[in-house]
């Protein structure tokens, strides 16, 4: 199957300051990317659709201006979480279908950032 | 949007017997039902999927069921062994995945 990298696998910021994630599909094209949050013992939720060369799709009650991503190439996504607080602390997974008609999509190794 | 709703939320067995979780969705337009099992820590991984124009589907000791009309599946585990164990989520797909609550498996040995 396909592979989608994700780094860093773990991340630990102070409040006030701004990470990045990158998400990467290692053996395909990635036109459209996904990015969930999971919080302690819940389920997966969606924050947003990344697109190449285009702006993301954001779910509602999530902020754009707060969750910034970038898609700027065929193979890298990034989620930059800005003026992080501790209530942004969570497990946050990306997905990439292995091209934009297939059904099953292929998740990252997830990345766990904790705020202080 | 799209509502899935997962039980049980927790669910105990011997090691040896059949588990089952159930899942119901609301939008009739969703025509993907993948089911994910994650361990602590981990990426979800891909257990079993079914599509809308298919009732039933096997993998060894795995199964799902779909239907369509009541919008729900469910997904089959028979001859259970500890190494089963894991949080398993549901999903349904019309436009986006969207993910049941979980539920966590624990087989006994």
């Known amino acids: 199957g396909a592979v989608v990298s994700q780094h860093p696998s773990r991340v630990i910021c102070k409040s006030g300051t701004s990470v990045k994630i990158e998400c990467r599909s290692l053996?395909?094209?990635?036109?459209?990317m996904f990015w969930y949050r999971q919080f302690p013992k819940q389920s997966l939720m969606l924050m947003a659709t990344?697109?190449?060369?285009?702006?993301?799709?954001?779910e509602q009650g999530v902020e754009k201006d707060k969750f910034l991503i970038n898609h700027a190439s065929l193979t890298l996504s990034t989620l930059t979480v800005t003026s992080a607080h501790p209530e942004d602390s969570s497990f946050y997974i990306c997905?990439?279908?292995?091209?934009?008609?297939?059904?099953?999509?292929?998740f990252g190794p997830g990345t766990r950032l904790t705020v202080l | 949007g799209e509502n899935v709703e997962q039980h049980p939320s927790t669910l105990s067995v011997q090691e040896g017997d059949s588990a089952v979780i159930k899942c119901t969705y609301s939008?009739?337009?969703?025509?993907?039902f993948p089911w994910y099992k994650q361990e602590l820590g981990k990426r979800p991984q891909l257990i079993i999927d079914?599509?809308?124009?298919?009732g039933e589907k096997k993998d060894q000791r795995i199964a799902v069921t779909l239907n369509k009309t009541a919008k729900h599946f469910s997904l089959h585990i028979t001859e259970t062994q500890p190494e089963d164990s894991a949080v398993y989520f549901c999903?349904?797909?019309?436009?986006?995945?969207?993910f049941g609550q979980g539920t966590i498996l624990t087989v006994h040995p």
């Open positions: 990344s697109n190449e060369g285009s702006k993301a799709t954001y």
């Open positions: 939008d009739s337009a969703s025509n993907y």
């Open positions: 999903a349904a797909r019309a436009l986006k995945l969207t």
């Open positions: 997905s990439a279908p292995a091209n934009p008609n297939a059904d099953e999509q292929f």
């Open positions: 053996d395909f094209q990635a036109t459209t």
């Open positions: 079914i599509r809308s124009n298919v």
